[in-house]
């Protein structure tokens, strides 16, 4: 495509225009037969392009036509399809039913139709009969707007628990959505001793569906800044994943384009206005920039996450036996909901036998030997901290490198191992860092050859809940090649995959946000042999204060749960 941009512009600047375009066309020609049958929407692009129909393109995939209706009506699509070359249409369609979701069927006037959590009520269905753990209970849940009326349409957004403070116990439960304004949770027994109901409404229907339409039609609602640099002078300018109208601006200045040459993943920027493309030295955060509507705003302020009136009913579990997994942790196993509980603050697994990890001295074994290449956002650098500031014989080198986007390393001579952490690449909202250290994920992952000392850990969600799913399905496909091509030439290397957890709550990052874009995960993984740790159940369920860096007590029970896979012995 490049290439033959350059060669038109080449073509105005010479004297004998009709002879190469002669030559040209035939170029082109050879261009269309070796791109083959598997490049459809490369070659849209294109003819667009010499249309001038400039159609805004997102990693090689077309962004949603704007007559496409999603996020609104009755329709429970969430988004629109695309023609990506590395996401099947059978694969865009199972993501399209994992991921559906009811939207408000009219348009909301005013906030007094939205659901209101403090009109919204839930009761036990067996509050009393003879409860025993290992068994469960019902809860239905009647959604009422502003004015008491019963919602006739689904698509809340709540998320429930069982819990018992004295026993610092929980444990999350799925809520089904009825479609016609009520919701049932099932809840698992699995301690004895008293258990309380706790649902909160995280966000109306009518949010989500303003969180949805934002998704969707405006990926620059966080922009990035690209620093270029060369002989002592220095150019700020804009910079983002999709070369879309706001970063285009005029078009005048449109674009530096940079392909990462492995993974073919782009980012651009806008064209500083003295130095070169190639001089782009440093990156940062841009800034926010969502342009809500008033009835948005009040929307997404005014009910979210508040816990609901609920019956004050207490269930008495009598003492049973849990059903706790004997199977060895291993990757490839299917997560369960609930995948696991609290009881003392400590999370047990139901999907494979746990271990706990009571001393450093046995962190420190059970790493013997690893080589941990850790990527993600901050909530995984939480992760390495943790071990750093738990396990006294791992020591800490300093590279003289960003703390918020590393990478970061430490070293544990005695038992030979190593632990690096670097961020997932960009998009990443940090303080300003040079450019050459942000590597994509599914880059890292090609130059690794693995093996059983290898382990490979990796997050991706909340720097990618401002952009359309599309883009965020794109960069899971491109990472799940690469690891694909990792297991197959090293398959005992460990991959890790750690979910999203709760704690956002507007509109550039947003419980509902997270939860949409960690199903597609979930989806797009699930037949590989990888392991899912499970941490938006972990979250959700606990005691603490909701945030996206979630307390040292929950980070201690992922990196058990992540060990525990680890070294399974
Ligand atoms: C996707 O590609 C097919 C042909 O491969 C084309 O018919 C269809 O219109 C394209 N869809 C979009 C949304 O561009
Ligand atoms: C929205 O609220 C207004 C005012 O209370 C009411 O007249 C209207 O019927 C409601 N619409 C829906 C769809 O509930
Ligand atoms: C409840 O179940 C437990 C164990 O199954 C049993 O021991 C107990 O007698 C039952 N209580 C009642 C009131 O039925
Ligand atoms: C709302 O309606 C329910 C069911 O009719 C009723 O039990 C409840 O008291 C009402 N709440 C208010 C605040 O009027
Ligand atoms: C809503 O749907 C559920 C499940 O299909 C059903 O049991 C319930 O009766 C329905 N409620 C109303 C008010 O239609
Ligand atoms: C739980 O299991 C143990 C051993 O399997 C058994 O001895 C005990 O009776 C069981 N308890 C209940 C309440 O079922
Ligand atoms: C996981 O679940 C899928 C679908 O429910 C099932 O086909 C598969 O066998 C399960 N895998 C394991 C390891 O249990």
Request: contains cysteine; aromatic residues 10%.
């Amino acid at each position: 495509m490049d290439l033959i941009q350059s060669y038109l512009v080449f073509l105005l600047k010479m004297r004998r225009p009709l002879l190469l375009m002669v030559v040209g066309v035939i170029m082109i020609l050879i261009y269309f037969i070796s791109m083959g049958q598997e490049n459809h929407f490369r070659v849209n692009m294109f003819k667009q392009h010499l249309e001038g129909n400039h159609t805004p393109f997102n990693n090689g995939i077309l962004l949603p036509t704007p007559h496409v209706e999603i996020c609104s009506g009755t329709s429970l699509r969430t988004f629109a399809p695309t023609n990506d070359s590395l996401v099947s249409e059978t694969e865009w369609e199972s993501l399209e039913t994992d991921l559906q979701w009811q939207f408000p069927p009219v348009d909301i006037l005013s906030s007094d139709n939205a659901t209101n959590p403090t009109k919204c009520s839930f009761s036990v269905v067996n509050s009393h009969s003879n409860h025993t753990v290992g068994g469960f209970v019902d809860v239905i849940l009647i959604a009422r707007d502003a004015h008491n009326r019963t919602k006739t349409y689904g698509g809340d957004f709540f998320q429930a628990k069982l819990y018992n403070t004295e026993l610092k116990a929980s444990t999350f439960g799925a809520v089904t959505d009825n479609l016609n304004g009520t919701y049932t949770v099932r809840l698992a027994l699995l301690w004895s001793g008293p258990a309380h109901v706790s649902i909160r409404l995280v966000h109306p229907s009518e949010a989500v569906q303003v969180l949805c339409q934002h998704r969707e039609h405006d990926p620059d609602k966080v922009y990035f800044t690209g620093y270029f640099e060369e002989g002592g002078k220095q150019e700020t300018a804009v910079c983002n994943a999709q070369r879309s109208s706001r970063l285009v601006g005029d078009g005048k200045q449109c674009c530096c384009e940079y392909r990462e040459p492995v993974s073919g993943e782009y980012w651009f920027c806008r064209r500083p206005s003295s130095l070169p493309c190639h001089t782009l030295t440093y990156h940062s955060m841009g800034g926010y920039q969502a342009q809500l509507s008033q009835l948005d705003g009040t929307l997404l302020k005014s009910f979210t996450n508040i816990v609901l009136p609920g019956e004050h009913s207490v269930i008495h579990v009598n003492p049973g036996n849990v059903t706790r997994s004997k199977t060895k942790c291993h990757p490839g196993l299917n997560t369960s909901v609930p995948a696991g509980f609290y009881l003392q603050d400590h999370w047990t697994s139901l999907v494979c036998d746990s271990k706990s990890f009571p001393s450093a001295k046995l962190v420190s074994e059970c790493l013997k030997d690893k080589h941990i290449l850790m990527m993600g956002d901050s909530t995984l650098r939480q992760w390495f901290e943790y071990l750093d500031t738990s396990v006294p014989t791992l020591k800490r080198l300093n590279l003289f490198t960003s703390g918020q986007s590393g990478p970061l390393e430490m070293v544990d001579p005695q038992f030979n191992t190593r632990i690096i952490w670097r961020a997932h690449g960009i998009p990443i909202r940090t303080s300003k860092t040079p450019w050459a250290d942000l590597h994509y994920i599914a880059r890292e992952v090609e130059d690794l050859a693995g093996g059983p000392h290898s382990v490979v850990v990796f997050t991706l969600w909340a720097h990618f809940t401002t952009y359309p799913l599309a883009t965020y399905a794109h960069r899971l496909a491109v990472i799940r090649m690469a690891v694909e091509s990792l297991l197959r030439r090293s398959p005992n290397t460990l991959v890790v995959i750690k979910s999203a957890n709760t704690g956002y709550k507007d509109v550039y990052g947003s419980d509902w946000l997270s939860w949409q874009i960690d199903v597609a995960l979930r989806t797009m993984f699930r037949d590989l042999p990888v392991v899912l740790i499970d941490v938006w159940q972990m979250t959700s369920c606990h005691y603490s204060p909701d945030n996206i860096h979630p307390p040292p007590v929950v980070i201690k029970n992922e990196v058990d749960l992540f060990l525990s896979f680890v070294c399974p012995e």
